[in-house]
């Protein structure tokens, strides 16, 4: 309920991203990401949220462009 009032996405709740860039896009989309059965979080995956959490970022190449950076650069909160 607390999540509806914070953000209003019609995502509730959400599976385990595949990579940092899948979480990266949706916490550029919503305020606040809620996560449902993580019964394993990977190294990574768990790296990745504490970057979030505590403000990193990550850079991507763009795509089709040799020498572009694409910079997520987010805070959030995670459930």
Known sequence: MIR???D???????????EERDLMVGAKNNWLLAFDNLSYIPESLSDAFCRLSTGGGQAN???YKDADEHVF???????
């Open 61 to 63: 190449r763009e795509l």
């Open 8 to 18: 209003p996405s019609t995502v509730l709740v959400r599976s385990a991203p595949k």
């Open 4 to 6: 509806l009032l914070v």
């Open 73 to 79: 650069d987010v805070m959030r909160l995670l459930l």
